[in-house]
């Protein structure tokens, strides 16, 4: 079942509180914006709300302490998180070994995930970082690898979710920003799709920041949304 979340990319929890308050919205990314002003607060915010949280943070850094972040996001009871899987093999391998050491003393199920190619990068732009592969064939050997050391999935556009799954398996969950509406509005956004075309290229939760964030009924369009991953 596809779910949607929110992208919070607010300030602080003043401003994140009225799109707390929106029906059929449960799922909220917390990413370095707002976490840099509000910390662990914001976390605990929205748990008290009975609301599930992806803390996008990004986490990449030599193996022990990507794998000490990870304890960390585990005892903090988020839902999801996130690593670079540029990062290397053994930092991930590292990274997921300490998640389930984690999940299993506090008895949580956080999830991690690996971030592959930021859907803001075009072909020029990794070529401009020494990528010699497309942006779709370094998404699927970068989700290959986090597959093999036992990632619960990976944040890719939803151009390339239905490839990843092929590549992986159906269970290894796809996590796409990168969504539109209608397919309207890219702002920095690269490689995107349209919300119902993301559903059908095989995204697992849909990432929506701006289409909400911006729109003159943040009600009425998170409705919209969900009704067109629901059918």
Same mark, same amino acid.
């Given at each position: 079942?596809?779910?949607?979340?929110?992208?919070?990319?607010?300030?602080?929890?003043?401003?994140?509180?009225?799109?707390?308050?929106?029906?059929?919205?449960?799922?909220?990314?917390?990413?370095?914006?707002?976490?840099?002003?509000?910390?662990?607060?914001?976390?605990?915010? $929205?748990?008290?709300?009975?609301?599930?949280?992806?803390?996008?943070?990004?986490?990449?850094?030599?193996?022990?302490?990507?794998?000490?972040?990870?304890?960390?996001?585990?005892?903090? /009871?988020?839902?999801?998180?996130?690593?670079?899987? +540029?990062?290397?093999?053994?930092?991930?391998?590292?990274?997921?070994?300490?998640?389930?050491?984690?999940?299993?003393?506090? /008895?949580?199920?956080?999830?991690?995930?690996?971030?592959?190619?930021? +859907?803001? $990068?075009?072909?020029?732009?990794?070529?401009?970082? /020494?990528? &010699?592969? &497309?942006?779709?064939?370094?998404?699927?050997?970068?989700?290959?690898? %986090?597959?093999?050391? /036992?990632?619960?999935?990976?944040?890719?556009?939803?151009?390339?979710?239905?490839?990843?799954?092929?590549? +992986?398996?159906?269970?290894?969950?796809?996590?796409?920003?990168?969504?539109?509406?209608?397919? %309207?509005?890219?702002?920095?956004?690269?490689?995107?799709?349209?919300?119902?075309?993301?559903?059908?290229? %095989?995204?697992?939760?849909?990432?929506?920041?701006?289409?909400?964030?911006?729109?003159?009924?943040?009600?009425?369009?998170?409705?919209?949304?969900?009704?067109?991953?629901?059918?």
């Amino acid at each position: 079942m596809v779910e949607l979340i929110f992208a919070l990319d607010v300030d602080n929890i003043e401003e994140a509180e009225p799109f707390v308050e929106i029906p059929g919205l449960e799922f909220y990314k917390v990413g370095l914006q707002l976490f840099l002003k509000e910390g662990y607060r914001v976390v605990e915010f $929205l748990k008290q709300r009975e609301k599930k949280v992806f803390l996008d943070l990004k986490f990449h850094d030599i193996p022990n302490t990507v794998a000490s972040a990870a304890r960390q996001a585990v005892r903090m /009871g988020v839902d999801v998180f996130n690593i670079h899987i +540029t990062g290397g093999y053994e930092m991930v391998r590292r990274a997921v070994e300490a998640t389930r050491d984690e999940n299993e003393k506090m /008895g949580r199920s956080s999830l991690i995930i690996g971030v592959t190619i930021l +859907t803001s $990068l075009s072909q020029e732009d990794l070529e401009r970082v /020494g990528f &010699s592969l &497309s942006p779709k064939e370094a998404v699927i050997h970068l989700a290959k690898m %986090g597959f093999e050391a /036992g990632l619960d999935g990976v944040v890719c556009s939803p151009v390339e979710a239905k490839k990843i799954k092929e590549n +992986t398996s159906n269970s290894f969950l796809t996590f796409t920003p990168g969504i539109t509406l209608y397919g %309207g509005s890219r702002d920095d956004q690269k490689r995107t799709m349209s919300v119902r075309e993301a559903v059908e290229n %095989g995204s697992d939760f849909l990432i929506v920041g701006r289409p909400i964030r911006n729109s003159p009924d943040p009600v009425r369009t998170v409705a919209e949304i969900l009704r067109i991953i629901h059918g």
